[in-house]
Protein backbone atom coordinates (compact mmCIF):
# COMPACT_ATOMS: atom_id res chain seq x y z
CA UNK A 1 0.00 0.00 0.00
CA UNK A 2 1.20 3.76 -1.11
CA UNK A 3 -0.01 6.44 0.94
CA UNK A 4 -0.21 9.92 -0.53
CA UNK A 5 0.15 13.13 1.77
CA UNK A 6 -0.39 16.52 0.22
CA UNK A 7 0.30 20.09 1.70
CA UNK A 8 1.19 23.40 0.73
CA UNK A 9 -2.31 24.50 -0.09
CA UNK A 10 -4.12 27.64 1.63
CA UNK A 11 -5.35 30.75 0.17
CA UNK A 12 -4.02 33.27 -2.50
CA UNK A 13 -4.93 36.54 -4.59
CA UNK A 14 -5.35 36.11 -7.68
CA UNK A 15 -1.68 36.44 -9.72
CA UNK A 16 -0.41 34.93 -6.37
CA UNK A 17 1.55 31.51 -6.38
CA UNK A 18 1.86 28.38 -4.10
CA UNK A 19 3.80 25.08 -4.05
CA UNK A 20 1.68 22.32 -3.48
CA UNK A 21 3.98 18.69 -2.05
CA UNK A 22 2.98 14.91 -2.36
CA UNK A 23 4.95 12.83 0.42
CA UNK A 24 4.58 9.23 -0.63
CA UNK A 25 5.30 6.48 1.78
CA UNK A 26 4.77 2.63 2.38
CA UNK A 27 5.48 0.42 -0.18
CA UNK A 28 8.21 1.45 -2.49
CA UNK A 29 6.53 3.38 -5.38
CA UNK A 30 9.72 3.01 -7.78
CA UNK A 31 8.41 3.17 -11.37
CA UNK A 32 5.27 4.83 -10.37
CA UNK A 33 3.97 8.06 -12.21
CA UNK A 34 2.47 10.67 -10.15
CA UNK A 35 -0.49 13.19 -10.69
CA UNK A 36 -2.38 15.77 -9.41
CA UNK A 37 -6.09 16.10 -9.85
CA UNK A 38 -8.71 18.67 -8.40
CA UNK A 39 -12.13 18.98 -8.48
CA UNK A 40 -14.03 22.06 -7.42
CA UNK A 41 -17.04 22.35 -5.50
CA UNK A 42 -20.13 20.78 -8.04
CA UNK A 43 -17.75 19.63 -10.51
CA UNK A 44 -16.24 16.39 -11.34
CA UNK A 45 -12.90 16.05 -10.16
CA UNK A 46 -10.52 16.56 -13.32
CA UNK A 47 -6.54 16.08 -14.10
CA UNK A 48 -4.14 18.86 -13.61
CA UNK A 49 -0.72 17.40 -14.48
CA UNK A 50 1.63 13.98 -14.54
CA UNK A 51 5.03 13.09 -14.63
CA UNK A 52 6.92 10.09 -15.52
CA UNK A 53 8.86 8.15 -12.79
CA UNK A 54 11.89 9.58 -14.42
CA UNK A 55 10.54 13.12 -14.72
CA UNK A 56 11.41 13.30 -18.49
CA UNK A 57 7.94 13.36 -19.23
CA UNK A 58 4.85 15.75 -18.01
CA UNK A 59 1.80 16.46 -19.04
CA UNK A 60 -0.89 19.23 -18.61
CA UNK A 61 -4.29 20.22 -18.95
CA UNK A 62 -4.55 23.31 -21.28
CA UNK A 63 -6.20 25.63 -18.23
CA UNK A 64 -2.98 25.23 -16.45
CA UNK A 65 -0.09 25.03 -19.24
CA UNK A 66 2.71 27.89 -18.53
CA UNK A 67 1.39 28.45 -15.12
CA UNK A 68 1.60 24.99 -13.81
CA UNK A 69 5.10 22.81 -13.34
CA UNK A 70 4.91 19.34 -12.30
CA UNK A 71 8.17 17.90 -10.66
CA UNK A 72 9.57 15.34 -8.26
CA UNK A 73 12.45 14.23 -6.21
CA UNK A 74 12.41 10.50 -6.08
CA UNK A 75 15.05 10.49 -3.41
CA UNK A 76 12.57 12.47 -1.06
CA UNK A 77 9.49 10.24 -2.57
CA UNK A 78 7.88 13.66 -2.95
CA UNK A 79 6.13 15.01 -5.96
CA UNK A 80 5.47 18.53 -6.25
CA UNK A 81 3.22 21.12 -8.25
CA UNK A 82 4.37 24.78 -8.64
CA UNK A 83 1.55 26.82 -9.21
CA UNK A 84 2.08 30.42 -10.43
CA UNK A 85 -0.55 33.06 -11.86
CA UNK A 86 -3.47 31.39 -9.82
CA UNK A 87 -6.65 32.89 -11.16
CA UNK A 88 -9.90 32.20 -8.91
CA UNK A 89 -11.11 28.88 -11.01
CA UNK A 90 -8.17 27.18 -9.91
CA UNK A 91 -9.61 27.29 -6.39
CA UNK A 92 -10.28 23.93 -5.58
CA UNK A 93 -9.32 21.01 -3.89
CA UNK A 94 -6.03 19.57 -5.07
CA UNK A 95 -5.76 15.80 -5.03
CA UNK A 96 -2.19 13.99 -5.59
CA UNK A 97 -2.14 10.35 -7.11
CA UNK A 98 0.48 7.41 -7.94
CA UNK A 99 0.18 4.48 -10.28
CA UNK A 100 2.05 2.61 -12.84
CA UNK A 101 -0.32 3.96 -15.53
CA UNK A 102 -1.29 7.17 -13.81
CA UNK A 103 -0.20 9.20 -17.01
CA UNK A 104 -3.30 7.67 -18.37
CA UNK A 105 -5.53 9.05 -15.55
CA UNK A 106 -5.87 5.21 -14.14
CA UNK A 107 -4.76 5.92 -10.67
CA UNK A 108 -5.26 3.51 -7.73
CA UNK A 109 -3.42 5.56 -5.13
CA UNK A 110 -4.75 9.02 -3.19
CA UNK A 111 -3.86 11.38 -1.10
CA UNK A 112 -6.61 13.18 0.92
CA UNK A 113 -6.11 16.35 -0.79
CA UNK A 114 -5.68 19.75 0.32
CA UNK A 115 -7.14 23.13 -0.47
CA UNK A 116 -6.22 26.19 -2.74
CA UNK A 117 -8.50 28.91 -2.27
CA UNK A 118 -8.09 31.94 -4.68
CA UNK A 119 -9.68 35.45 -4.02
CA UNK A 120 -10.30 37.83 -6.94
Known amino acids: QVQLVESGGGLVQAGGSLRLSCAAS????????MGWFRQAPGEEREFVAA????????HYTDSVKGRFTISRDNAKNTVFLQMNSLKPEDTAVYYC?????????????WGQGTQVTVSS
Open 26 to 33: GRTFNGFA
Open 97 to 109: AAGYDCESGRCPY
Open 51 to 58: INWSGSRT
